[in-house]
């Protein structure tokens, strides 16, 4: 089955820097790939999501891109503002037979220091 | 539009209690998704609702767990008898449809001691 790895688990940067969270997959059948953020205390939501026919996302600050050969994808969040801090999932699955059957990463924890 | 919303927010019960989750879907969200994140590793997928219908439980754990959803409504997830290893946040979400997105609730986090 699909496996998710994600590093680093843990991310300090300084408000402005930028962020990059990493994510590889074992399952060259994975279609969709989402991205959660999840505040202390509140519920996950997805920020961005990509999908294989394309290589890069963009969303203001936040842009996910996708090497579909070497099986990896990765979040960038740039101009990073303390607001950005809180844990970060990534996510895989096919969509054609499970959407929503995510396989997640174990997460990233961005603290973003003022 | 109300969110998702999952009962109790908290649950801390005795190991060989039976405890029962509770998931309100959005309105009119068909899907209805059961994922858990065990002591700080990823979250996993359990199963998956299309209205009352089992979908794909392929992630359920064992046979302590059983999840239903009567009538296409809301949903539970009992686990009976529990163990200390199901301790976690379980999490609920919905969807309109099987491939949209997906809305998550806040959780339960439930702690067997």
């Given at each position: 089955g699909e496996n998710v790895e994600q590093h680093p688990s843990t991310l300090s940067v300084q408000e402005g820097d930028s962020a990059v969270i990493k994510c590889t997959y074992?399952?060259?059948?994975?279609?969709?790939?989402?991205?959660?953020?999840?505040?202390?205390?509140?519920?996950?939501?997805?920020?961005?999501?990509?999908?294989?026919?394309?290589?890069?996302k963009k969303d203001q600050r936040i842009a996910v891109t996708l090497n579909k050969t070497a099986k990896h994808f990765s979040l960038?969040?740039?101009?990073?503002?303390?607001e950005d801090s809180a844990v970060y999932f990534c996510a895989a699955s096919r969509e054609n037979t499970g959407f929503q059957k995510l396989v997640f990463g174990t997460g990233t924890r961005l603290l973003v220091s003022p | 539009e109300a969110g998702v919303t999952q009962f109790p927010s908290h649950s801390v019960i005795e190991k060989g209690q039976t405890v029962t989750l509770r998931c309100d879907p959005i309105s009119g969200h068909d899907n209805l998704y059961w994922y858990r994140r065990v002591m700080g590793k990823?979250?996993?997928?359990?199963?998956?609702?299309?209205k009352?219908?089992?979908?794909?439980?392929?992630?359920?754990?064992?046979?302590?767990?059983?999840?239903?959803?009567?009538?296409?409504?809301?949903?539970?997830?009992?686990?009976?008898?529990?163990?200390?290893?199901?301790?976690?946040?379980?999490?609920?979400?919905?969807?309109?449809?099987?491939?949209?997105?997906?809305?998550?609730?806040?959780?339960?986090?439930?702690?067997?001691?």
């Open positions: 074992s399952d060259s059948a994975s279609n969709y790939f989402p991205w959660y953020k999840q505040e202390l205390g509140k519920r996950p939501q997805l920020i961005i999501d990509i999908r294989s026919n394309v290589g890069e960038h969040i740039t101009e990073t503002q303390p | 990823e979250i996993k997928f359990l199963l998956h609702f299309v009352e219908s089992k979908q794909d439980e392929s992630g359920m754990p064992n046979n302590r767990f059983l999840a239903e959803r009567t009538g296409g409504t809301y949903s539970t997830l009992k686990v009976q008898p529990a163990e200390l290893e199901d301790s976690g946040v379980y999490f609920c979400a919905s969807s309109r449809q099987s491939n949209t997105e997906a809305f998550f609730g806040q959780g339960t986090r439930l702690t067997v001691v």
